[in-house]
């Protein structure tokens, strides 16, 4: 006789033992023994950092006494860090040899100063955007008055990056021996524009006057003189100077951004801190690819009252038969040169022209 046929239920089902996971959670450490920093140089994933008491009254400055080296910790995700952010540190914040503290939490900006890349830095997704520095508060544009002329093409887009941000400018011209600022002051002479005349034998205690208190960012082509007045205002900086070649262009001498403590001011009683530079390496170009049409217009303030006439929409280009900015400039409102600069840099964004 056949044996019976045997059914199976889920008894008999074996279950091979294995790891039990743990659950994922979303809870991040609060961190709150964080240590409160802030970023004074970047350099191939490595953060120098100054912590709280040192930015406010210690000694500490590139390389030198109360800097604590970092990494970004994991949990910021794609978050960027550069110079002039204020940063939450844990781990070993002693600044000893060897230790390294990790970057948990990138406090929100007061200000960002972006620039869009040249095109040899240009991606399948279009011009990058990068960001100069964080939390500055005073553009300080260095342009000389000759080898290398001035380019003011170049300022105007300074101006406009700087009002894009609302960071205050500050006109700075250098080598001022070799050549009069008449020209170059004329151009701007409608705009509340600031500026310092900068020389060999010129005291450099309006300028010190001018920086004190604040987080200052140096923007300036190579050659005109930018790493020597860094020097003069932070001797123990030691930033590399270089020269202008044969066809007028400087050599790029500062490689990286780098913020500088500067010296307290004499006479300047107590002040919160003396003030803090961030030195940029020497750029060809300011590209304005981020900025709105708008608020490129808003980077040439002695041509915004110009526009109350214009059509609604006008987009201010010279086919514009009744853009009223034409009007305004023959009338002696502006200088024709800012007319041609703003069109220029309103084609230039559009990617009419370079």
Same mark, same amino acid.
């Given at each position: 006789?056949?044996?019976? +046929?045997?059914?199976?239920?889920?008894?008999?089902?074996?279950?091979? %033992?294995?790891?039990?996971? +743990?659950?994922?959670?979303?809870?991040?450490?609060?961190?709150?023994?964080? *240590?409160?920093?802030?970023?004074?140089?970047?350099?191939?994933?490595?953060?120098?950092?100054?912590?709280?008491?040192?930015?406010?009254?210690?000694?500490?400055?590139?390389?030198?006494?109360?800097?604590?080296?970092?990494?970004?910790?994991?949990?910021?995700?794609?978050?960027?860090?550069?110079?002039?952010?204020?940063? &939450?540190?844990?781990?070993?914040?002693?600044?000893?040899?060897?230790?390294?503290?990790?970057?948990?939490?990138?406090?929100?900006? @007061?200000?960002?100063?972006?620039?869009?890349?040249?095109?040899?830095?240009?991606?399948?997704?279009?011009?990058?955007?990068?960001? *100069?520095?964080?939390?500055?508060?005073?553009?300080?544009?260095?342009?000389?008055? $000759?080898?290398? %002329? %001035?380019?003011?093409?170049?300022?105007?887009?300074?101006? *406009?990056?700087?009002?894009? &941000?609302?960071?205050?400018?500050?006109?700075?011209?250098?080598? !001022?021996?070799?050549?009069?600022?008449?020209?170059?002051?004329?151009?701007?002479?409608?705009?509340?524009?600031?500026?310092?005349?900068?020389?060999?034998?010129?005291?450099?205690?309006?300028? +010190?006057?001018?920086?004190?208190?604040?987080?200052? *960012?140096?923007?300036?082509?190579?050659?005109?003189?930018?790493?020597?007045?860094?020097?003069?205002?932070?001797?123990?900086?030691?930033?590399?100077?270089?020269?202008?070649?044969?066809?007028?262009?400087?050599?790029?001498?500062?490689?990286?951004?780098?913020?500088?403590?500067?010296?307290?001011?004499?006479?300047?009683?107590?002040?919160?801190?003396?003030?803090?530079?961030?030195? @940029? %390496?020497?750029? +060809?170009?300011?590209?304005?690819?981020?900025?709105?049409?708008?608020?490129?217009?808003?980077?040439?303030?002695?041509?915004?009252?110009?526009?109350?006439?214009?059509?609604?929409?006008?987009?201010?280009?010279?086919?514009?038969?009744?853009?009223?900015?034409?009007?305004?400039?023959? !009338?002696?409102? !502006?200088?024709?040169?800012?007319?041609?600069?703003?069109?220029?840099?309103? $084609?230039?964004?559009?990617?009419?022209?370079?």
């Amino acid at each position: 006789m056949a044996g019976k +046929r045997r059914e199976y239920d889920e008894d008999d089902v074996r279950v091979r %033992p294995g790891r039990a996971s +743990r659950p994922r959670t979303r809870t991040r450490p609060r961190h709150a023994d964080a *240590v409160d920093g802030f970023v004074i140089a970047v350099d191939r994933g490595r953060y120098t950092c100054v912590t709280e008491d040192d930015l406010t009254v210690g000694a500490g400055a590139k390389g030198g006494v109360g800097t604590v080296t970092a990494m970004r910790a994991r949990e910021l995700g794609r978050k960027s860090v550069v110079v002039g952010d204020r940063v &939450a540190l844990v781990g070993d914040t002693s600044g000893a040899d060897g230790a390294l503290a990790r970057i948990v939490r990138i406090a929100e900006r @007061t200000s960002v100063l972006r620039r869009t890349a040249d095109d040899d830095e240009t991606t399948a997704e279009g011009r990058l955007e990068r960001v *100069v520095v964080a939390n500055a508060d005073q553009l300080v544009i260095v342009s000389s008055l $000759a080898d290398p %002329p %001035p380019r003011t093409g170049f300022i105007d887009r300074c101006l *406009v990056a700087a009002y894009d &941000a609302d960071i205050e400018p500050l006109l700075c011209l250098t080598k !001022a021996d070799l050549a009069p600022p008449d020209a170059v002051l004329g151009y701007y002479t409608e705009l509340d524009l600031r500026h310092v005349l900068i020389g060999p034998s010129v005291d450099l205690g309006d300028v +010190r006057q001018l920086l004190s208190e604040r987080i200052s *960012v140096m923007v300036g082509h190579s050659g005109v003189g930018k790493s020597t007045l860094v020097n003069r205002l932070v001797p123990a900086a030691a930033r590399a100077v270089g020269t202008v070649s044969a066809i007028g262009r400087g050599r790029h001498t500062s490689t990286s951004a780098v913020a500088l403590r500067l010296p307290p001011v004499p006479g300047g009683g107590k002040r919160t801190h003396p003030g803090w530079i961030v030195d @940029t %390496p020497g750029i +060809r170009s300011f590209g304005l690819a981020h900025v709105s049409a708008e608020s490129l217009l808003h980077g040439f303030p002695d041509l915004v009252e110009g526009t109350v006439e214009c059509p609604p929409n006008c987009e201010h280009t010279p086919d514009e038969a009744e853009c009223a900015l034409d009007a305004w400039v023959a !009338a002696g409102n !502006a200088d024709p040169r800012r007319l041609a600069s703003y069109r220029r840099l309103l $084609a230039s964004r559009a990617g009419e022209i370079e």
